[in-house]
């Protein structure tokens, strides 16, 4: 097995275990404060994942994005054009992405629950059907 699959292997299992915590909190009827924290830190903990996992498979295409103020969106667009992810992925993850810079220049407890419900509800489908066809 090579390191590169061994790396997309541990990434997988760590976005799969994380997508069980954000399913297990958005199954409950109301979140505290803390709750609600943790779910944004989860929904961006499982798009820094993926995104580690674009950035290799780009790799293997020698494809190389520089750390500019945009690489993050840039991974993301080199991904599509790559087809790496799909037009659905693609917006599901495009959203997170957004979700991600504005919850590292935030505040946690400034999270809206009702949003994050709504940012987290397609993400454990996309994510899985992204990291179905990864491996």
């Not at 499982?46 to 950035?55: A, C, H, K, P, Q």
């Not at 495009?94 to 629950?113: A, N, P, S, T, V």
Request: glycine share 4%; charged share 30%.
């Amino acid at each position: 097995m090579s390191a590169e699959s061994d790396y997309i292997r541990a990434e997988r299992d760590n976005i799969l275990r994380t997508i069980d915590m954000i399913e297990d909190l958005t199954t409950q009827e109301e979140l505290t404060t803390y709750e609600t924290i943790a779910l944004g830190k989860l929904l961006q903990d499982v798009y820094s994942g993926i995104e580690r996992i674009l950035r290799s498979k780009l790799e293997t295409h020698d494809l190389r994005i520089p750390k500019t103020e945009s690489w993050h969106k840039e991974v993301l667009l080199a991904a599509q054009q790559k087809s790496i992810v799909s037009q659905d992925q693609f917006d599901a993850l495009r959203k997170l992405l957004l979700f991600r810079h504005m919850q590292i220049h935030g505040y946690g407890y400034m999270l809206d629950e009702q949003r994050l419900r709504e940012l987290a509800g397609p993400v454990p489908k996309v994510c899985r059907d992204f990291l179905s066809k990864i491996a």
